[in-house]
């Protein structure tokens, strides 16, 4: 009894206090950003955020005046944009990689892993050009493009992977049953593939939701994503931190949510590199 | 392993198209995803590295002028560019080596039996789901100089005596930044390093500890080897993507004060954005990206030997 009491006081002290201390290292910068867009600006200043009178007007201007549902639809419109495109064209292609020997296979299954460690810069340059002389600069097929040239390599490299998970056997039944090739692929496998194809496209969703630099290089009036209305409203705001910190909270939830969801199956394509950080 | 082993009832001339279709077939599924990567990914990278030979400035787009290596060769003679890349070299082996151990210690920590260790997993990796405006705006607001929290609590401790502006100083801006992305990058090191002990075998430890060996050694001779791999694996990764990454500095500083938070890709980046100088942005891209190659071509090495 006592020996037990002191191996629970010991593990309090080297595991549960440790962790404690690095869980409020990494949630205590976002609760301080909650709790600031709780209060009320004109309190902000004088006595500082605190937990006994939260208000939700900083919540209630952020919708009324800055204008914020429609900038979360931009954002809504082309993150699910990137994930139609990100996943019709990646399963086909994931299920040849895993299927079939063909020549230069891994050169061209790496060339998609090689295509998420080239700097963005290199790509929003040329491609700020293209949408430029297009007439493209503004729209929301601009910016879905310009997220597809992440979401079909990671998509790719994480269907591959998910896809390798299924027995070859089960095609070769399908097909000893009189299915052609395609008719195995898209009978048998694709529902099989069901839950990788949802996490799949759940991350392409929170990357595309998150993205800025493009966001901001090839949208403009028409077209302002989130992330760009929020940089946007440091500049003007500077000093009103309770709408500020409240854009920043609004802005998180959706990708933090789906984020939570479907964490573990990520860690997967995580520690295979194909998962952007 | 070509896996067509589909009985054929048929005669000899659809036994032939058969055998060709299958031939084409993986191409076949393969050609979309190809095909528009090279036309949104490979074709405007030609075009970046096209650009860079010329003169291009956006607000005189009838110039054009070709001037062959003339930007690389201005670049080495940019005081600038040897700003940015100083902070640059400063920026990865600061980031990368503090998200390694602060990862390591919360994987070996999330490693052990606790009641609450779902939680406290799940909730680890929240900041790496917040996109990086938030997380720049999050830590801004952290680093204000007058309503700041971090002077507030520094001060009311006694270890500053008057409010630092540690974004507006140049002494501390670029620290303050790293600070913010060591806070981003750790929890992607936790749980790939998690992974990596969680398959060393749980036999390895009761054989040491029966030999009398203590948790430091058995640390040292079971769990670091058990981890090495990984732990390689993610710091290349993860060198790539810190030295790549501007989304942070750019909405905190911008780059300032002065030049004291320009990175390379936030230089490259800046040159086109605010100076529209396409064709000396585009040079600079070029420069970063094969210094660059190096690290990368050493991961793609390791990829390509999982793959098989």
Redesign the interface.
Known sequence: MALGRKSTLN?VLT??L??LA??V???G??L??LL?SLTAESE??TR?PSIFDLVWSNYERLFANVGFARNMLDSFIIAAGTVV?GL???V??A???S????RFK?V????????N??????????????MRQLGLLDTHFALI??N??IA??FS?WMMTSYINGIP?SL??AA??DGCS??QAMRKVILPLCAPGIIATGIYIF?TA?????YAL?LGGQNVRP???A??TM?GEYQVQ?GL??A??IV??LP??I???IV?RRL?GG????AV?? | MTTTSVPEQEGPTSGRRAALWRQVMPLALLSPAVLVTLAIVFFPMIQTAWMSLHNYVLFRPKNFDWVGLQNYFNIFQDEVFWISLHHTILWIVITVPAQALLGLATALLLNQKFPWRPLARALIIIPWALPSVVIALMWAWIYDSNYGILNDLLLRVGILETSIPWLANPDTALYAIILTLTWQGFPFFAVMILAGLQSIPQSYYEAASLDGATPWRQFWHITLPGISGVLFTAILLRTIWVANSMDVIFVMTGGGPGYSTYTLPLYSFLEARTNLNFGYGSALAMTFTLMLLGIVILYLKRSAKAVQ
């Open positions: 593990r595991v549960d440790p962790m690095i869980l290292f990494t949630l910068p976002y301080w950003m600031t902000l200043f500082g495109v019709t064209l990646s086909t292609a299920y040849s990689f299927r079939f020997d063909f891994k061209l299954l790496l060339q998609f892993l090689l295509i460690m080239f700097p963005l810069v290199l790509l929003i340059l040329p491609l700020f050009v293209l493009v310009a597809s040239t079909i390599p790719v070859k095609d070769e097909m000893t090739r395609l929170i939701w998150n993205e800025y630099l290089t989130i992330t760009v929020v940089q440091i931190w500020l910190t854009g920043g802005g998180a990708a933090t789906l984020f939570l964490q860690v995580l520690t295979q590199g952007k950080g």
